[in-house]
């Protein structure tokens, strides 16, 4: 009754990803650079590779775990395999991409971001970016506190109430057509005509 909990509900972020990166991949393969196998890391590769699955099933995702959140090493060593095995867009989650974003500009590869916008490392190539909002969660969190409720209750960052929003970089020169797609993709997630089907 003391606690509240919150989450991401990443998997619609990593949706909207999946959904560009098939659009936009000449190679038909796709890198993801995972950290473990848990929580909103999980559930976005998960929503990844189902907007992936939804655009273009032809298309290959290959996923690798490198089995830390912070090893920028392991990050770039995983970016390099995608990438020679031929992906030219790759997604990863949690602070060890730096290293594959890295990788990633080197190759001119595109790359997806979610958690924060990283569209400033490499400009040129990062597409869009699903960014966390966490104090949406938290004013409501304080509302509550100050009305004397100090918890018992869960929340969930999602798209529909602003605690994700997916970022375009002005930096790259995505398509009106792509664009259109993910803006719509977004709505459809929003207003449930789109159901997103989990493993």
């Known amino acids: 009754p003391n606690i509240f909990a919150y989450e991401a509900a990443s998997q619609e972020g990593g949706y909207v990803n999946g959904v560009l990166a098939a659009t936009l991949s000449t190679s038909k393969v796709i890198g993801v650079v995972g950290p473990i196998e848990t929580g909103d890391a999980k559930l976005y590769v998960d929503g990844f590779k189902a907007g992936v699955a939804a655009t273009d099933p032809a298309v290959q995702v290959n996923v690798n775990y490198i089995g830390s959140f ?3 090493a392991l990050a770039s060593e995983a970016a390099t395999t995608h990438i020679s095995a031929g992906a030219d867009a790759l997604t990863g989650t949690a602070q060890m991409v730096v290293g594959a974003i890295g990788k990633a500009e080197e190759a001119k590869a595109l790359w997806f ?12 190539i990062v597409v869009a970016s699903q960014v966390y909002h966490w104090e949406v969660i938290l004013k409501e969190m304080i509302g509550l506190i ?7 209750k869960s929340f969930t960052a999602n798209l529909a109430n602003g605690g994700e929003v997916i970022e375009f970089n002005p930096g790259y020169a995505l398509s009106a057509d792509a ?3 993910a803006e719509a993709t977004i709505k459809g997630i929003t207003d449930g005509s789109i159901k997103i089907t989990l493993p």
């Open 70 to 72: 912070s090893d920028v």
């Open 179 to 181: 664009k259109a797609l």
């Open 113 to 124: 971001r979610t958690q924060s916008n990283q569209a400033s490392l490499a400009p040129s």
């Open 146 to 152: 100050q009305g004397g409720t100090f918890g018992g």
